[in-house]
């Protein structure tokens, strides 16, 4: 009964987000509609922003994601590149792309303290482009290393292979914008760019994944971010902010200490620590989502590597949780104490031992004749069912504000994969995470492997 009851609270809370974001939808899409981001584009009200590009190996994209950056529609900004001790060509072929020099006692004089900066390197003819070489230490260090160098008020992460749309950065800005005194972050929306023809660093002729992997998470991402976010950033509960694109005030991160370092989960870590601060402080905020700011990126695409990738994230996950348990059901905290936390622990963190305990016991019963196979079934079904109407939900969200998808085939293809994920792939990411639990309790912060390819194969062989 126990499980029964876990499973009926779990998707009551479940529908509840979504209803938000569907009560929400609308005015995202007039607003990605009709809102006037060309005339934003061009003018000087707009603020500064500074790109930090954290990279570790990246050779075979690198130069098509700054090559992306650098033609953004957007008045003002900075691209810096920190390459992160990389042991490939990440250096050499931006250098030898962008004619790099090192620059002669760089300011490096930001306050937050990070592994040793070895050189700095720029080119008068790429004014907005800086490359910093430091000595490896992870994400959050090197995301650190490029807030010291900064020029600007506002800093926005963006992984290394990921492509923003065009008009991504000036869309997080006018949001910005309507409410700059408390806006201290901002999240986009990261789709799977596996399937999608790259041209020149910009995303052409959108499509679905060919191969299973990446279409899977195609689903999970479109129900984590258009049926999930939308929801919680209502409630100024947002946990988390994609490190693949998110834009912060520079001088509510420098206030907090800068990133976390030494394990996963940097991207969540920063966004707890921004709530704690302001609401412990009594400072009014708000951590937004900008479902129309959207971010192009490659998903793995073999089991090995999206395995190390979902572990990481349960490892992730399991140490924030933990580090922050203070403030669950800590009224102080308001809906981050009461609502946020809460939910992610007992329905995300916990949710794997919840379901397996749950399908054991009832397992158990059918063995020992204490319950009928019919009502086995029913729950089954239930459980079924409600996953499958939150994935066609968000599909139905999609189809409302943004219609990236324009074949019919593309449309069937993802009511298909909402189906199929319940079988099999669903099961995985239960066991990936217990062992990203498991991986945490020895004390293993390594990142695991992750073999990227240029984008122009991924384009033709996804």
């Not at 954290?54 to 098509?64: D, G, M, S, W």
């Not at 959108?206 to 976010?229: C, D, N, T, V």
């Not at 066991?431 to 073999?451: C, D, E, F, P």
């Amino acid at each position: 009964m126990v499980a029964i009851y876990y499973v009926m609270i779990v998707n009551i809370l479940y529908f509840s987000i979504i209803g938000l974001s569907f009560r929400n939808i609308w005015t995202i899409a007039r607003r990605a509609k009709y809102s006037s981001y060309n005339t934003l584009a061009g003018s000087e009200l707009v603020p500064a922003v500074s790109l930090l590009v954290p990279a570790y190996n990246e050779e075979l994209t690198i130069i098509e994601n700054v090559n992306c950056l650098m033609t953004l529609n957007y008045p003002t900004f900075e691209v810096i590149v920190i390459n992160d001790g990389s042991s490939d060509k990440t250096m050499d072929v931006l250098i030898a792309e962008y004619e790099l020099h090192k620059i002669p006692n760089p300011d490096m004089s930001g306050t937050i303290e990070t592994n040793t900066v070895r050189d700095v390197y720029h080119n008068p003819d790429y004014p907005q482009l800086f490359l910093i070489d430091k000595e490896n230490g992870g994400k959050a260090d090197s995301l650190n290393a490029g807030i010291n160098l900064s020029h600007y008020p506002l800093v926005s992460s963006i992984d290394a292979d990921s492509l923003l749309e065009k008009d991504a950065l000036i869309r997080m800005a006018r949001m910005y914008m309507e409410n700059p005194e408390e806006t201290v972050a901002i999240g986009g929306d990261v789709r799977i760019a596996n399937g999608c023809l790259i041209e020149n660093g910009a995303v052409h002729n959108i499509s679905l994944p060919r191969k299973i992997w990446p279409m899977f998470q195609s689903i999970e991402y479109l129900k984590a971010f258009l049926g999930g976010r939308i929801g919680w950033s209502h409630m100024n509960g947002l946990v988390i902010v994609s490190g693949a694109f998110g834009l912060f005030r520079k001088d509510s991160i420098i206030d907090v200490g800068g990133y976390r370092g030494g394990y996963p989960g940097e991207d969540m870590n920063i966004i707890i620590k921004l709530h704690r601060h302001m609401l412990k402080n009594k400072i009014p905020y708000r951590v937004a989502f900008c479902p129309e700011a959207v971010c192009w990126t490659q998903a793995p695409d073999t089991y090995g590597i999206l395995a190390n990738q979902r572990k990481r994230w349960g490892r992730g996950n399991m140490k924030n949780m933990i580090e922050n348990r203070g403030m669950l059901f800590n009224p102080r905290y308001k809906v981050m104490g009461l609502i946020t936390m809460p939910y992610n622990v007992l329905f995300e963190t916990l949710n794997p031992y919840f379901r397996i305990t749950g399908l054991l016991a009832l397992g158990g019963y059918a063995l020992l004749d204490m319950t009928h196979w019919k009502i086995l079934l029913v729950f089954f079904m239930l459980n079924f069912f409600s996953g499958y109407l939150l994935s066609v939900g968000a599909l139905v969200l999609e189809e409302i504000a943004f219609k990236r998808y324009k074949k019919p085939s593309d449309l069937f293809k993802m009511l298909l994969y909402s189906a199929l994920k319940f079988v099999g792939y669903h099961q995985l990411g239960v066991l990936w995470r217990v062992q990203g639990h498991i991986q945490y309790l020895q004390k293993n912060n390594s990142w695991g492997a992750m073999t990227r390819q240029s984008w122009n194969d991924e384009s033709e062989t996804a």
